[in-house]
């Protein structure tokens, strides 16, 4: 069987998780892994069998690695991935694809320069509830959009951990302006945001949105990052489209699984990437092995990064507004 020879950099909460998803699927390799925390690489190149670096450059500039991951802070997303592009690699970045408009497309002028394969870990394009929502919203069904409402609320310890190596527009945010656009088949234009920030995480604790389509849908955007940290499951998503002839909507707040003791309920991960009998199963997994797949295979990835790319400039659009306090246009 052909294997794909990947690295993983970045060995933070997701980097690990992505190791440890290749580490299993049967046509891919993982060959190396890195982080600039030496002891956190070697731990997990020991527990992996992966070669182990601290520096990037070094991985990269192994020719028998073919493709790699990319799991390093949102704000690091520029150069590591044009040092990928310059080195050939296929690459798997997480989103989202930059931090601004004008590093993504840095980004991208790098891998069409070098002429090499990029997919954006746009998560959502592989739940079965967003995609059955988006099969839901097709116009022959759905008619026309009239109006959108996306939620993504998390909780306060992990705006705290990240600090300002990320923000609520880029580690949440991105996931769901690229999955109403998917789903309303319309690019967002317009924007009005405003934000509270009084928990002093380091982060926005919420921020607020509404939104015009290029197709006349309105859409409400709401996002926090302030539930205390015994929110069920850790977080609460859900999406909705409403339309000329039919509407359609998903609530991810249910996981359904409790575990009830006398004084605490708790929930679990059963979709993103939870551990089921000894190996990480879900949308990460479905989504790395797309990434491995469709790499050998030669053949499309299920997300052209140049739609990934459009939920940037809308990014932009909302910090702008939510900063200004005024409505902003969308700027490609
Ligand atoms: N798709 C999803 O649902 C999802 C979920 C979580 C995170 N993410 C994305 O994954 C990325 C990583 O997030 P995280 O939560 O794992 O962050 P993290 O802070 O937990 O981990 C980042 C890791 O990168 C390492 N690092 C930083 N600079 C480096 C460099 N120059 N070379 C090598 N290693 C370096 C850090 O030491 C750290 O171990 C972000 O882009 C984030 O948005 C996506």
């Known amino acids: 069987m052909r294997q794909l020879n990947v690295g993983v950099i970045g060995l933070g909460y997701f980097g690990e998780r992505h190791a440890r998803i290749?580490?299993?699927?049967?046509?891919?390799?993982?060959?190396?892994?890195?982080?600039?925390?030496?002891?956190?690489?070697?731990k997990l190149?020991?527990?992996?069998?992966?070669?182990?670096?601290?520096?990037?450059?070094?991985?990269?500039?192994?020719?028998?690695?073919?493709?790699?991951?990319?799991?390093?802070?949102?704000?690091?997303?520029?150069?590591?991935?044009?040092?990928?592009?310059?080195?050939?690699?296929?690459?798997?970045?997480?989103?989202?694809?930059?931090?601004?408009a004008e590093s993504a497309r840095r980004i991208v002028d790098a891998v069409e320069a070098a002429g090499v394969r990029l997919m954006i870990g746009h998560i959502l394009r592989f739940d079965p509830r967003y995609v059955q929502v988006h099969a839901a919203a097709a116009p022959e069904r759905l008619g026309d959009p009239i109006h959108l409402r996306a939620k993504r609320n998390g909780v306060r310890s992990v705006a705290r951990r990240l600090g300002s190596a990320s923000s609520i527009l880029f580690y949440m945010g991105v996931h769901d302006i690229d999955a109403m656009q998917w789903i309303a088949r319309?690019?967002?234009?317009?924007?009005?945001?405003?934000?509270?920030?009084?928990?002093?995480?380091?982060?926005?604790?919420?921020?607020?949105?509404?939104?015009?389509?290029?197709?006349?849908?309105?859409?409400?955007?709401?996002?926090?990052w302030a539930w205390p940290d015994g929110l069920m499951n850790g977080y609460r998503a859900a999406l909705e489209i409403v339309g000329t002839r039919a509407a359609?909507?998903?609530?991810?707040?249910d996981q359904g699984f409790y575990a009830v003791e006398d004084s605490t309920t708790t929930?679990?991960?059963?979709?993103?990437?939870?551990?089921?009998?000894?190996?990480?199963?879900?949308?990460?997994?479905?989504?790395?092995?797309?990434?491995v797949d469709a790499t050998i295979a030669g053949t499309p990835y299920l997300q052209h990064y140049r739609e990934a790319f459009d939920a940037i400039p809308v990014l932009d659009a909302l910090a702008r507004s939510a900063e200004t306090g005024q409505p902003e246009d969308v700027i490609r």
């Open 22 to 42: 290749y580490h299993r699927i049967p046509n891919a390799r993982l060959a190396a892994v890195c982080d600039l925390d030496a002891d956190k690489a070697a």
């Open 45 to 100: 190149g020991a527990d992996l069998e992966a070669d182990v670096y601290s520096d990037y450059q070094a991985l990269l500039d192994r020719p028998d690695i073919e493709a790699v991951s990319l799991t390093v802070p949102d704000r690091k997303h520029v150069d590591v991935a044009i040092a990928a592009a310059k080195a050939g690699k296929t690459i798997l970045l997480e989103k989202p694809l930059a931090h601004d």
């Open 186 to 224: 319309s690019r967002i234009s317009r924007v009005y945001a405003q934000k509270r920030q009084v928990l002093g995480t380091g982060n926005e604790d919420a921020l607020y949105a509404v939104v015009n389509f290029e197709n006349g849908a309105i859409g409400n955007i709401d996002y926090s």
């Open 248 to 253: 359609t909507y998903l609530d991810c707040a």
């Open 267 to 291: 929930g679990g991960d059963t979709h993103l990437w939870p551990e089921i009998n000894g190996r990480i199963v879900g949308d990460l997994a479905d989504e790395l092995a797309h990434f």
